[in-house]
């Protein structure tokens, strides 16, 4: 705490698509994405942060660790959930709006999708889950399924993703888009053992 600096230089600060490297990350494989994928990433892409609310790729970020599901005491109230209120969802309005869009990809863990006030979004949200085979069984694996959400949001922007149903031509690294068990606004992609 004590070497935080609210100047953000090239020294302290990164850009946030580049500053995470957790599995889903790792799944996006944002260096090698080319220019014009980042122009479009830093138009329709936005990132959840526990300490900052709301990023875009290319804003500059200074390193952290706090947790979207950390208890702290605020004046709002107990977490970061009161802390951050309706205000993550207003942005994400707003930014919708400017892409004139009303419909939101959700790639997020739980954790930090919980963070968005549903009843103040207003748009339509559609979901995916990455079920990997084991024993025989399709299951979500959370390794697998973290770097499967990161593989997901690669995709969508190199490819120019726009409408949902376009989603289901992911398939990267074994996954497929299982009809049969998806909905509208939940896309099931499932992936056998051996390509895991």
Known sequence: FGSWDPAFTPK???????????DVYTGLDADTLSGPDLTYAQKHLRMLSGLYGLLRPLDLMQPYRLEMGTKLANARGK?????WGDRISEWLNDALKEQGDDVLLNLASNEYFSA??????NARVVETEFRDQKNGQYKIISFYAK????MMTRFVISERISKPKDLAQFDAHGYRYSKELSSP????????????
């Open 116 to 121: 968005v006030k549903r009843p103040a979004l």
């Open 79 to 83: 977490d970061l959930y009161a802390f």
């Open 147 to 150: 770097k499967a959400r990161g």
């Open 185 to 196: 606004d939940k896309l099931i992609f499932l992936r056998d053992e051996q390509d895991a």
């Open 12 to 22: 302290n600060a990164k850009q946030a698509l580049l500053a995470f490297k957790g």
